[in-house]
C-alpha cells in the first residue's frame, strides 16, 4: 500500500504539487497520469525520499522511506534518472545491489531471467541500447521481491516482447497480492494493464478510480448513425430525449439511447438506416476531453478521435 497525504511541493512560486492525497492498493495495477508537467515524476520521487515535500508527505507500507532498513526489500522503484555506472556489467550491477542491500544472490539470475537479459548479463551496462537499459532498471526494481512497485515509465524504449513480458509481470504481481503503481504516456498501454487510475493535472488530483468508471464518468461514448434523410431521424430521436451533433460526413452523433434504441426508433418511423454503430470512449480520448476541460487549460482544444467501434 502506498498513501499520500497532502503531498504539496514548491519550486520558488510555482507549485508543481498541490495537497495530492490519495491511496495506491495491493492487488491492483494502478496507473498514474496527467499531461507533460503535471507533477507525476515529482510526485513519484516524493514517495521515494529523493525530493523532499513542503507540507504532506507519503508512505509506503505505514512507512516514511527513509525509514525503511533496506528499502530495495520493500519497494522496487524504475525512475528515468536511475542510470548504474557505465563501466559495470548487469550481473555487477545487480550483484552489488542485492549486497548492499541484503538480498539473497540468487535472485540476481532469477530478475535477469524475468527481464529477458540472461544473454547479456556480463556485458558493460555503458553498451546497453535504451531498451536493454530499461530492462535492467526493471531487473533492480524486482530484486529484493519487493510488496510494492512504483515504476515512471517502465515502456520507455522496450520492444514489443519487452513490452509484452512488462505487461505480464505487471499483473502477475498485482495478482500476487502487490502494489503496483506505474506511469506512463502510452495511452492504449496503460489501458491494456491498469486496473485503477490516478489522473492529476498541475499537481492536482483529477481522478482516482477504477479504469471502466473513468472512462464511463468522463468519456464520450454514443451511436453513430448514417440515413438518407438526416433531417427526419434526428427529430424523432430528439423526440425520445436523445441529444446529438452532426458528424464531418453528416452522420449522426447521438448520446442518450443504445443503438438498440436508435434502430427501433428509425423502425417505427419508417426511416431507412444505411449504417450503425456503438463508440465507447477509448482511454486516451477520455483522458484528453478530461484534461482540456480543465479551467485555464493550456493544453487547447483538440481534435476527437473516433474510439473503439462496435459495429450491430
Ligand atoms: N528541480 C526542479 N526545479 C524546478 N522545477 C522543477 C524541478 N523538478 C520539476 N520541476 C517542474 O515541476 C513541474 C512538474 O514536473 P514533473 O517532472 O514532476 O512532471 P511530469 O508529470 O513527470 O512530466 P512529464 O510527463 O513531462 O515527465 C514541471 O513544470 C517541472 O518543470
Known amino acids: 500500500m502506498i498513501d499520500a497525504s497532502n503531498l504539496t511541493k514548491r519550486y520558488g512560486e510555482h507549485t508543481v504539487v498541490g495537497g495530492l492525497t490519495f491511496t495506491v492498493r495491493p492487488g491492483t495495477v494502478t496507473g498514474f497520469l496527467g499531461p507533460n508537467g503535471a507533477g507525476k515524476s515529482t510526485t513519484l520521487r516524493m514517495m521515494l525520499g529523493l525530493t523532499r515535500p ?12 527513509q525509514d525503511l532498513r533496506h528499502p530495495a526489500r520493500h519497494v522496487g522503484a524504475l525512475l528515468e534518472t536511475s542510470v548504474p555506472h557505465r563501466s559495470l556489467t548487469a550481473v ?28 547479456a548479463a556480463r556485458r558493460r551496462v555503458g553498451t546497453f541500447s535504451l531498451g ?19 515504476l515512471d515509465e517502465p515502456v520507455n524504449g522496450l520492444d514489443a516482447e519487452g513490452i509484452r513480458r512488462l505487461r505480464e ?3 502477475a504481481k498485482a495478482a500476487e497480492g502487490r502494489t503496483v503503481l506505474v506511469s506512463s504516456h502510452l495511452m492504449a498501454e ?42 427526419l431521424l434526428g427529430g424523432e430521436l430528439e423526440r425520445k430525449g436523445a441529444s446529438m451533433a452532426v458528424g464531418s460526413d453528416g452522420s449522426l452523433e447521438v448520446s442518450g439511447l443504445t443503438a438498440a434504441e436508435v434502430s427501433q426508433v428509425a423502425a417505427t418511423a419508417g426511416l431507412v438506416l444505411d449504417e450503425l454503430s456503438s463508440h465507447t470512449a477509448s482511454l486516451e480520448d477520455t483522458f484528453l476531453d478530461l484534461v482540456a476541460k480543465q479551467p485555464g487549460q493550456r493544453h487547447g482544444q483538440r481534435q476527437r478521435q473516433p474510439g473503439r467501434n462496435t459495429r450491430v
Open 54 to 65: 513542503d507540507e504532506g508527505f507519503a508512505r509506503i507500507g505505514g512507512h516514511a522511506y
Open 92 to 119: 555487477d550491477h545487480l550483484r552489488w545491489l542485492a549486497r548492499s542491500n541484503d538480498i539473497p544472490r540468487h535472485r540476481v539470475d532469477e530478475v535477469l531471467d524475468a527481464v529477458g537479459l540472461t544473454g
Open 132 to 150: 536493454m537499459g530499461q530492462r535492467l532498471g526493471l531487473a533492480a526494481a524486482l530484486l529484493g521481491d519487493p510488496p510494492v512497485l512504483l
Open 169 to 171: 509481470l505487471l499483473r
Open 190 to 231: 496503460m489501458s491494456m494493464v491498469a486496473d485503477h487510475l490516478v489522473v492529476i493535472d498541475r499537481g492536482r488530483l483529477l481522478a482516482d478510480t477504477g479504469m471502466q468508471d473513468f472512462i464511463q464518468r468522463h468519456g464520450r461514448s454514443y451511436v453513430r448513425v448514417k440515413a438518407p434523410e438526416p433531417g
